[in-house]
């Protein structure tokens, strides 16, 4: 430490520390009114203080849990898609509801976290969603470490309960999806009440496109004309519609992007409801738009209230559709990795469990007919 005298008869401290970021040798300093052993004790502490924390600032930045999220979610939100980053944002919010807004990242342990998440499974939330939100923190605390703010990830302590399949829960995956048989019967009957309601044959054809092609309903709804080759008999696959956004967007994943080849019958269906937007003068951007992009919600509602008059029990939705079309090539023989790319799947957990129940159907229906045909002969009764 060395002492300077100012043009204003008070007394200038200055001491050296090494920058952590340049490894220069710089310099700090205070401004005292004496020159006496008291004041050189003082401006020691002072100085001290303002090196620890020029020094430390590069490695104990103070930020609380919020303030990690959103930045780190700013950095995120650059490579995904819009209606991506909402639903991420949704989840997010439920976490950080729960955490006050000034606890600082530094004191967020391992018990606290496990409390959190322990807190999830005692209000209802799925695992599946629990394990979202986890998924979605430690990305943030992975970039924490990777900014100094905390020497490690805490998360990783954190254990939630393994899923174990119930058969209550195996049946809820038979139930994800129409088998051809209850396909027919819920087709027939919408076939038969179609003409009595000027929006139904939309909707209908909507159906058999869906089950027919294994698309996403948001893909559906953004479908263009300019997408359908009659000629090649595909359909290019380049977009789909965000319910959430309510705008036009790149397919869900890279794997989505894909042309897949189609049947006449599905051809004829898209025909016949170009033929209907000229009549009804609603020919515009999308096929089966209104002009507008085909809403879901109401979709659904359409189809929840034509699957009680046509005597099914099962919750049907739209995606009901792109599982019965993954059931359908099941039946067919198609090969895993070509359902997958049909359907644009990346991972093939969803089309291992439907092929694993319709696999399982059919060897159960090939051991009744076995049985039938080599069925012992009674013997005959007196």
Known sequence: MWIEETKTGKYKYFERYKDPYSEKWKKVSVTLDKKSPQAKRQAIVLLQEKIDEKVNSKNTEQITFHELVRDFE?????????????????????????????????????????????????????????????????????????????????LQYVELPKQIKTDDEVEKTKSKYLDREEYLQFIAYLDREAPKNKHRPRYVRAIKVLYLTGMRFGELAALELNSVDFDNKTIAIRQ????????????????????????????????????????????????????EPMKLKTFNRFLDKSRKSAGLDKQITSHFFRHSHISLLVELGTPIPLIMDRVGHSDSKVTMEIYSHVTKRMNDDLIDKLNDIFAPSMPPSD
């Open 240 to 291: 789909s519609f965000s319910t959430i956004s309510n705008k036009v967007t790149s397919p869900k994943t890279k794997k989505s992007i894909r042309t897949i080849t189609v049947s006449d019958s599905t051809l004829e269906i898209i025909k016949e409801q170009v033929e209907e937007n000229i009549i009804r003068g609603t020919n515009g951007q999308f096929i089966f738009g209104n002009p």
């Open 74 to 154: 700013k950095i995120h939100a650059r490579g995904i898609k819009e209606s991506t980053r909402i639903n991420r944002q949704l989840n997010l919010n439920t976490i950080l509801s729960m955490i006050p807004k000034d606890y600082l990242i530094q004191n967020i342990d391992r018990r606290f976290l496990q409390k959190l998440f322990d807190q999830l499974i005692d209000k209802g939330y799925s695992l599946g969603t629990i394990r979202q939100i986890k998924s979605y923190v430690n990305q943030s605390l992975k970039y924490a470490v990777r900014m100094g703010y905390i020497p490690g990830n805490e």
